[in-house]
């Protein structure tokens, strides 16, 4: 697989599916037909979205999971391939951050954010990529974020996790591609979800609460993106116009990213 567009009658699972980016992605590929397993800690909110994809005629497959515990995603793996025999896709779209400076961070927060967003999407991705392997077909989708790309102040711990995830990626992806499996990346920008809580938004600098981007429109770019086979693409572009920054003038980025997070946070108190 070199890229995928249609994803009719395809297995897929989610991580992270319960809200956000994860529950919007869910919705839209059950409405193009896939077959959707929702893993997330929350089985309530699951069970309120496999309704929601049930009643406009899709299939949806609840699977509460903690995807930090590995004996739970081993259980989770097990439970799906035993009702659907294989998964076609997956994506790991699971994780959370945190909007503090490292010294204010707790330690254990921070070992369990590194768990969430690196050692779950290693664990899904160890375990359904045998099956893949198999078949000699798959796709393998991870969220990362740009801050992966450009580390962000007050985030460190985050843009550490998905620097990881982007490594993660780009190497697996040069181990898959001539094995017919499609590993993608994709950065999104900072979006208007429950990843921003009110206390959180407060910290941000105006420049990024005032250009927070509809999720929505990260869903179908997603769609789009895969649809071209692209290995690794960001939403929206502003971000990816200072990865170039960043290769030509580290210098100038870093004064900028300073700029507009420590020194913007700073003049509002």
């Known amino acids: 697989m070199q890229s995928i567009e249609d994803f009719n009658d395809r297995n897929v699972l989610v991580t992270g599916a319960s809200s956000g980016i994860g529950r919007i992605l869910c919705i839209q590929l059950a409405r193009r037909g896939a077959n959707v397993a929702l893993v997330a800690r929350r089985e309530k ?26 004996g739970q995603v081993e259980a ?17 779209n699971a994780g ?19 768990d969430v967003n690196v050692k779950g999407s290693i664990y899904f991705t160890k375990l359904l990529l045998p099956q893949m392997r198999e078949r000699g077909d798959g796709c393998i989708v991870f969220i990362a974020s740009a801050a992966g790309r450009i580390a962000m102040p007050e985030e460190s711990v985050y843009s ?14 040069t181990e898959l591609e001539d094995k017919g499996i499609y590993v993608a990346t994709v950065c999104p920008g900072a ?12 910290r941000l600098p105006p420049v990024v609460r005032l250009t927070m981007g509809d999720p929505n429109k990260l869903v179908e770019h997603i769609f789009k993106a895969l649809a071209k086979g692209k ?9 990816a116009a200072g990865y170039v920054v960043r290769a030509i003038a580290p210098g100038l ?7 507009f997070t420590l020194d913007a946070v700073a003049r509002q108190k």
């Open 231 to 239: 290995r690794e693409t960001t939403y929206p572009r502003l971000p």
């Open 160 to 173: 550490a996790s998905k620097h990881a995830i982007v490594g993660l990626a780009e190497a697996l992806g």
């Open 253 to 259: 980025m870093r004064r900028l990213v300073k700029r």
């Open 76 to 92: 989770t793996v097990s439970r799906v391939l035993d009702a659907w025999g294989h998964i076609d896709v997956l994506v790991n």
């Open 191 to 202: 979006f208007d979800t429950a990843f921003f809580p009110e206390d959180a938004r407060d």
């Open 45 to 70: 909110e699951l069970e309120v979205l496999r309704g929601e994809i049930e009643s406009a005629g899709g299939s949806a497959l609840v699977l509460p999971c903690d995807v930090a515990d590995r």
């Open 96 to 114: 959370y951050g945190r909007h503090l400076l490292f010294e204010e961070w707790e330690l254990d927060d921070m070992e369990r954010l590194i």
